[in-house]
């Protein structure tokens, strides 16, 4: 089984600042990763997909990076509205298809 | 407008069993393959099950194989996930989502209901 390991765990930032996300896998996973973004009682949202893509209705200040086993997302510019939990999940060696465990970005 | 509803989650005792139900609509249903996903209460997200657009296809994670089985009815639109022999460590917001990619699958989740709520407790 894959393991995804994200940091850091919280990342405190202010409106206006970049923030930068990490994702590692326990081994390659190409580029067969994605990224969600999940706000206090929603439903996870698709943002990026194949490590790089971005989901249908995305904002361009969402972009994803990396293969094999690092990824990075970047949220350009934070807008009130991305305070959230994010997760990466990867599609490479499946069953079971993996998550990590989440990145906390809140408000400084 | 795309959507996802899921229902049938309650309380029940450890052993006990429960089947939970997605109804989709604004898609053609038949044409994507489906996935329940579940989050423990304040935990991150744990991918359960996947069945292929005709049901011929079934996945499972390890904590649900054997216990759980993913069925879908495409006449009615619908996913199941037929649950038996609870444990506590069951309980959590189950969503269904639908895999992005069609046929075939891309194995990623862009459209989610909004979860029902399993409780396994005595």
């Known amino acids: 089984e894959i393991v995804l390991t994200q940091s850091p765990a919280t990342l405190s930032l202010s409106p206006g600042e970049k923030a930068t996300l990490s994702c590692r896998a326990s081994?390659?996973?190409?580029?067969?990763l994605a990224w969600y973004q999940q706000k206090p009682g929603q439903a996870p949202r698709l943002l990026i997909y194949d490590a790089s893509n971005r989901a249908a209705g995305i904002p361009a200040r969402f972009s994803g990076s990396g293969s094999g086993t690092d990824f990075t997302l970047t949220i350009s510019s934070l807008e009130p509205e991305d305070f959230a939990v994010y997760y990466c999940?990867?599609?490479?060696?499946?069953?079971?298809?993996?998550f990590g465990p989440g990145t906390k970005v809140d408000i400084k | 407008e795309v959507q996802l509803v899921e229902s049938g989650g309650v309380v029940v005792q450890p052993g006990g069993s429960l089947r939970l139900s997605c109804a989709a609509s604004?898609?053609?249903?038949?044409?994507?393959?489906m996935h329940w996903v579940r989050q423990a209460p304040g935990k991150g997200l744990e991918w359960v099950s996947l069945?292929?657009?005709?049901?011929?296809?079934?996945y499972y994670a390890g904590s649900a194989k054997g216990r759980f089985t993913i069925s879908r009815d495409n006449s009615k639109k619908s996913l199941y996930l037929q649950m038996n022999s609870l444990r506590t460590e069951d309980t959590a917001l189950y969503y269904c989502?639908?895999?992005?990619?069609?046929?075939?699958?891309?194995?990623?989740?862009?459209?989610w209901g909004k979860g029902t709520t399993v409780t396994v407790s005595s």
């Open positions: 999940q990867q599609r490479s060696n499946w069953p079971p298809f993996t």
């Open positions: 069945i292929s657009w005709d049901g011929g296809s079934t």
């Open positions: 604004g898609f053609t249903f038949d044409d994507y393959a």
């Open positions: 081994q390659s996973v190409s580029s067969f």
């Open positions: 989502a639908k895999d992005k990619g069609g046929r075939p699958p891309d194995y990623y989740m862009d459209v």
